[in-house]
């Protein structure tokens, strides 16, 4: 069904969750007399929810509307605002289960993307890290290698002085 703009009115007599809607506008809303409609500020995204009664002193054009959903919509009197055809709640929920479902899909391949990616960073560094290591302890080898011969040669030159110049080791 379509949505209708029409003029907000004050209503007479407080009366919150109702309105009164001549009932010329009925049929393009596609209601009757206490079916549900909602009451929709296109500026400020806020609606109200409430039940429809049919009034023929109504202006064709207006809508009649408690001063309490006045103020939940965030609007004044003489603003226009949109109303729309409340859709039945098992219309309502199979929709809210579609998002979520599109929702939940988006953010686990969202996951599984970011997993993948961490993955392969983590494989990158590890290696990065794992060549690092191998050239530092091939350096540190080196270094002890080095040092591990020139004290065995401090060692060789030290007994020799000791035990002279005929005995060899």
């Known amino acids: 069904m379509p949505d209708v703009r029409l003029t907000v009115k004050k209503r007479a007599f407080p009366s919150h969750g109702r ?11 596609g ?20 039940t429809v009664i049919a009034d023929t002193m109504v202006s064709s054009g207006q ?7 006045i103020k939940a919509l965030d609007i004044n009197e003489g603003d226009e605002v949109l109303v729309r055809k409340t859709p039945p709640l098992k219309e309502k929920v199979s929709k809210a289960v579609a998002e979520a479902s599109t929702s939940i899909s988006e953010g686990a391949q969202k996951l599984d993307e970011t997993a ?4 392969h960073e983590v494989k990158e560094e590890a290696a ?7 050239k530092e302890t091939k350096k540190a080898s080196d270094r002890i290698g080095k040092s591990a011969a020139k004290t065995a040669k401090e060692v060789k030159k030290t007994v020799k ?5 005929g005995d060899d080791l």
């Open 116 to 119: 993948k990616k961490t993955v």
């Open 31 to 50: 209601v009757a007399e206490g079916d549900r409609v909602d009451l929709i500020n296109e500026i400020s995204k806020k609606s109200v929810g409430v």
């Open 63 to 69: 809508i009649r509307v408690s001063v309490e959903d």
């Open 161 to 165: 002085n000791v035990t002279g110049k």
């Open 19 to 29: 309105i009164r809607i001549n009932t010329e506008n009925l049929p393009e809303l």
């Open 128 to 134: 990065t890290a794992a060549e690092s290591l191998k």
